[in-house]
């Protein structure tokens, strides 16, 4: 019974240290601020958040501290991670400082990729890892309501979960969104020709993700795909 209880005083007292640490470490950059501030996200459909069944999060620095036993949640309409202090959600600045989020055993990474030919930061949820990664970007949109009128029904505001988009990415190169095989073949460090070879593209769906992750799966097995400089 001692050692049960001594295990339970334990985590709560990790817990809190993380809380503490946690929350000094972003008073220190003075990046603090509300999450929910003027929003009341319960009266809209839907939820702005990724569903996750108990937000057991981790957060881990460039330098390899981290904080464990942190109330994470992942904001994909504000593109924002937050974690609880007591009532209240802080966001969680958007500095070099914060290398990688883990939420219920889900990796996410504040990313750059290419959009229009412009570097564009992101959340990024990584699905697949090896010397070819292939990541996610969640998505969730937000819907005005609708009033009522003649012969249409009202609508309430509402948050929509979209159809995710998908990239690629070898070593440290660029991510690339997924849009077709030739965004995997225009992957720098690829072997085009043996890719071809091994991969028969008809047979998957580049908008399916089990599909995706079986193709970076088969080119971190086969290393003939890859020309990797070392």
């Known amino acids: 019974m001692k050692s049960a209880l ?33 929003i009341a996200y319960d009266s809209f459909e839907g939820s702005p958040f990724i569903e996750s069944e108990e937000n057991k999060g981790i957060v881990i620095l460039n330098d390899d501290r981290s904080f464990r036993d942190l109330n994470l949640r992942y904001n994909a309409f504000e593109d924002q991670m937050e974690y609880a202090k007591e009532a209240d959600y802080i966001v969680i600045p958007t500095e070099n400082l914060f290398n990688e989020f883990i939420i219920d055993g889900r990796h996410f990474y504040w990313n750059t990729f290419r959009n229009q030919n412009k570097k564009s930061p992101k959340y990024l949820e990584l699905i697949a890892n090896g010397n070819v990664r ?3 970007q969640n998505i969730i949109d937000f819907v005005e309501g609708k009033k009522l009128k003649p012969y249409t029904e009202a609508k309430p505001a509402s948050f929509i979960i979209r159809k995710p988009i998908y990239y690629i990415a070898l070593g440290d190169v660029e991510l690339i969104q997924i849009k ?10 690829i072997n085009t020709d043996e890719l071809k070879k091994q991969i028969d593209f008809k047979d998957f769906d580049l908008n399916n993700e089990e599909d995706l992750v079986e193709i970076v799966q088969i080119m971190n097995q086969d290393y003939s795909l890859l020309t990797i400089e070392n």
């Open 180 to 189: 077709n095989k030739k965004s995997i073949f225009g992957i720098s460090s």
């Open 6 to 38: 001594l295990i339970v005083l334990v985590f709560v007292s990790s817990s809190l240290l993380a809380q503490d640490g946690m929350r000094q470490l972003i008073n220190d950059y003075q990046l603090a601020r509300f999450a929910t501030e003027g």
């Open 134 to 136: 292939l990541y996610k």
